[in-house]
């Protein structure tokens, strides 16, 4: 399985656009790139999940460049409910064992 | 479409007692995965389910640990016995066929070992 690296901790403030990025050198052909948002007492919720260059939805974009060694999960112009911990995982597209590292914590100040 | 159901949501046991954790998954999903969440840290993978059959569970504790999912439905996870490192929240999860990224997880069930 693919290691990531993502930074710990980030913040931001209301109405800035967030991007956290997720090294993951040991990316493997069939893996895809997943991201997870999980706030406190609940279980992570899917954001966003892409395999090359760019993917969006109603919530974020992924960036993902040629070489798939890093991914940018970009959130436009977050609020204080944006605030919360943001996983990146790496995982063969084949037979898929999600496994999570330490995640981000993003806070927003107002 | 009713998500993931997990109980109960709160335990609080003595260290060397037994607990068990309960999982319906989303219907039709045929993927269920037990998630350990220490405060602090990203949920680890105890287990993961195809159907009935186990997918990975090489990081369970199975001195201690077990799991089943009969029918390749609902699921149990157990603890016996407990120890004081087991406290954390216990995260039920499951996929449509485990090939895709999106998991759909329960509120969780918190344990406390005292």
């Known amino acids: 399985l693919a290691k990531t690296t993502q930074p710990i901790s980030m913040d931001s403030y209301e109405g800035q656009e967030v991007n956290i990025t997720c090294s993951h050198n040991?990316?493997?052909?069939?893996?895809?790139i997943t991201w997870y948002q999980q706030f406190p007492s609940q279980g992570p919720r899917f954001i966003i999940q892409?395999?090359?260059t760019k993917v969006t939805n109603e919530v974020a974009s992924l960036f993902i460049p040629a070489d798939r060694k890093s991914s940018t999960l970009s959130l436009p112009r977050v609020s204080l409910s944006d605030t919360a911990v943001y996983y990146c995982?790496?995982?063969?597209?084949?037979?898929?064992?999600?496994?999570f590292g330490r995640g981000t914590s993003l806070i927003v100040h107002p | 479409e009713a998500g993931v159901a997990q109980s109960p949501r709160y335990k609080i046991i003595e260290k060397r007692q037994s607990v068990a954790f309960w999982c319906n998954p989303i219907?039709?999903?045929?993927?269920l995965y037990w998630y350990q969440q220490i405060l602090g840290q990203g949920p680890k993978l105890l287990i993961q389910?195809?159907?009935?059959?186990?997918?990975?569970d090489s990081q369970l504790p199975k001195d201690r640990f077990s799991a089943e999912r009969l029918k390749g439905v609902d699921s149990t996870l157990k603890i016996q016995p407990a120890k004081l490192e087991d406290s954390a929240v216990y995260l039920c999860?499951?996929?449509?066929?485990?090939?895709?990224?999106?998991?759909?997880f329960g509120e969780g069930s918190r344990l406390t070992v005292l």
């Open positions: 999860a499951s996929s449509l066929d485990g090939r895709t990224g999106e998991l759909f």
């Open positions: 040991n990316i493997a052909t069939n893996d895809y």
């Open positions: 892409g395999y090359k």
């Open positions: 995982l790496v995982a063969l597209g084949g037979s898929y064992i999600p496994t």
């Open positions: 219907s039709g999903h045929a993927t």
């Open positions: 389910f195809q159907n009935n059959g186990v997918v990975d």
